[in-house]
């Protein structure tokens, strides 16, 4: 396999990831500001499949917006799976400790937590309000095995926590949102697709292409092989960046009162929800991979259904808020990461990490 060529190099280079970050947002909101694309209704992705299957899809902006989402978040992730073998998700659902921390976590203080903060922030403004308190139901079912596998965590784990979370929010998301919001229809089931989505496709995908190329070319090509996943991952989050400023981004530039009124609270949710469960974990004595799977899955809100409720049970400016939501929470996580990655070698002595761990290339350690 060729040598890659230095822009791709550089985009394995973790220092340099926040360049590229911004770059996308700003390239984003360009667009977005170019083509008037926060004048068009958004299409919640699960409707664009269900239309493409239907045969009744239509390349609009929106539907081609909510493809670009779908397709963004697949890059991320599926490299993220070809790192994980089956054996291993096993082992990881005999982590009890780590499995229950996180349903502590997720259901029994993250809800009230972000119901809390809308309370104190937003009383005043019902629909950011109810958008806040949307956007804190649900544990994310997808980006957050991309941040686990960017802070080199434990994969395995992180594909674990989300299908219970993914089967736990199913259930709970109808009792919440009654609970903290009142009477709130919607399809129970798009959970359920999500799943598929995010999660299916993306680890079969990833497992048919471990299983194929270490037979083709063993643990040598397979690792070569690696590198390039690695680069397709972070195009991956480059591109689903830029989709989601498309959307909404240039409501950083026109409405910089209604973003900073979201981001405060928010903000102050994610990093408190991690630092909680990272240094739980720490505390506990789970080594820094189980750690910083824990971490971003007690963190991570699932946007996807927050968007979804919210178009289809509220009224615009609610949806608004869970757009904006990602906007965010992407930010505010890939800093995260960097957390992880600087307090590892002071909170966690050095251990060697087994061959089913994600195993990311050097550059990537600086």
């Not at 219970?164 to 903290?180: A, E, G, H, T």
């Not at 530039?253 to 979201?262: E, H, M, V, Y």
């Not at 930010?331 to 990490?353: C, D, E, G, N, Y």
């Amino acid at each position: 396999m060729p040598d890659k060529p230095n822009l791709l190099h550089k985009l394995q280079d973790f220092r340099l990831l926040p360049v590229f970050v911004l770059f996308s947002m700003a390239a984003g909101i360009l667009l977005g500001k170019i083509y008037g694309i926060s004048n068009y209704r958004l299409t919640p992705p699960i409707d664009a499949i269900h239309s493409i299957f239907l045969g009744s899809y239509q390349f609009t902006i929106s539907n081609s917006l909510a493809l670009g989402v779908v397709i963004g978040l697949f890059l991320m992730m599926y490299p993220a799976m070809t790192n994980v073998k089956f054996e291993d998700l096993g082992k990881a659902f005999r982590s009890s400790k780590q499995l229950l921390l996180v349903i502590i976590l997720n259901y029994l203080i993250a809800p009230f937590f972000m119901f809390l903060l809308a309370k104190l922030f937003l009383s005043g403004e019902i629909d950011m309000y109810t958008g806040l308190v949307l956007y804190g139901l649900a544990p994310c079912i997808a980006m957050v095995i991309v941040f686990t596998f960017l802070a080199k965590g434990n994969n395995a784990l992180a594909i674990v926590l989300v299908a219970i979370n993914s089967i736990i929010q199913m259930i709970l998301i109808p009792v919440y949102s009654k609970l903290l919001l009142g009477e709130v229809g919607f399809d129970v089931w798009v959970v359920a697709e999500s799943v598929v989505l995010y999660l299916g496709l993306p680890l079969v995908a990833g497992f048919l292409t471990r299983k194929i190329w270490l037979k083709r070319v063993g643990e040598a090509g397979f690792a070569k092989l690696k590198g390039w996943l690695n680069t397709i991952s972070i195009v991956g989050l480059l591109f689903t960046l830029i989709v989601m400023f498309a959307l909404k981004g240039d409501l950083l530039l026109t409405s910089p009162l209604f973003i900073l009124k979201l981001a405060i609270p928010m903000t102050i949710f994610f990093w408190t929800m991690f630092v909680l469960a990272y240094f739980t974990s720490w505390k506990l004595g789970f080594n820094y991979q189980d750690s910083v799977a824990v971490g971003f899955n007690s963190t991570g809100r699932d946007f996807e259904i927050a968007i979804a409720i919210a178009i289809t049970a509220f009224n615009p400016t609610v949806a608004l808020a869970t757009v904006v939501g990602p906007l965010i929470e992407v930010p505010v996580m890939l800093a995260l990461v960097w957390f992880a990655r600087r307090t590892k070698s002071r909170l966690f002595a050095p251990s060697v990490i087994p061959v089913s761990e994600p195993l990311v290339p050097e550059k990537l350690e600086r």
